[in-house]
């Protein structure tokens, strides 16, 4: 059984241009989360999204948004992006079944912003 | 809102030494995971305790939750370079906010030969 998928790998973007970051969940699973992992810190959770709709967002701007597509696969965007921003994106997928679910991480996408 | 915290931030130990990293959250949980992340790798799940004061093992792992499911810690009897990683509890809610976690910082292990 394939796992979370992530593309790409590592992008690299300069100062207040748009970033998408694309997240593909384990078949079946219906939920996908987004985090960041900046150098050195924990994971900030970023958005959650279940059967196409986002059902929480963590403390982010709103330059940071995202979309869950009929096939459950995820895009993350972020605009006008700041040198903050460099980080490690991970994805996770879940089953959600009402409670809470184990999650399963992608490999994540680098993003440097210069 | 809800915090989760974790200590030590790092941890250094001589292989065959014990290691335990605690989690604290604010706010009483319904219940927590453990994750581990090798150095240059993603976040792999380990184990999830729902129960008050419920403990689990896996080989040399102990995990413990709090009787007020406010707090958790893991323990590694000793420790193997194989453990290196950073250890990663994350805590969840209730109602609405159930569904995602809330990740403490980690702990970073670190073991010496």
């Known amino acids: 059984e394939a796992g979370v998928t992530q593309s790409p790998t590592h992008l690299i973007k300069t100062r207040g241009q748009q970033a998408t970051l694309r997240c593909s969940p384990i078949s079946g699973h219906t939920s996908v989360y987004w985090y960041q992992q900046a150098l050195g810190l924990g994971l900030q959770f970023l958005l959650w999204y279940d059967e196409g709709e986002e059902r929480n967002r963590g403390n982010f701007p709103p330059r940071f948004s995202g979309r869950q597509f009929p096939n459950y696969s995820s895009e993350l965007n972020v605009n006008a992006l700041e040198l903050e921003d460099s980080a490690l994106y991970l994805c996770?997928?879940?089953?959600?079944?009402?409670?809470?679910?184990?999650?399963?991480f992608g490999p994540g996408t680098r993003l440097t912003v210069l | 809102g809800q915090q989760v915290m974790q200590i030590p931030q790092y941890q250094h130990v001589q292989e065959g030494e014990d290691f335990t990293t605690y989690c604290n959250s604010s706010t009483t949980l319904s219940n927590i995971q453990w994750y581990k992340q090798r150095p240059g790798g993603h976040p792999v799940f380990l184990i999830q305790l729902v129960k008050s004061g419920e403990v689990k093992k896996q080989k040399r792992l102990t995990f413990q939750f709090g009787e007020a499911k406010k707090n958790s810690s893991l323990h590694i009897t000793a420790t193997q370079t194989t453990d290196v990683g950073t250890y990663f509890c994350a805590g969840a809610g209730y109602g609405g906010s159930q569904g995602n976690l809330i990740f403490g910082k980690g702990t970073k292990l670190s073991v010496k030969p």
């Open positions: 996770a997928s879940s089953l959600w079944t009402g409670g809470t679910d184990t999650q399963y």
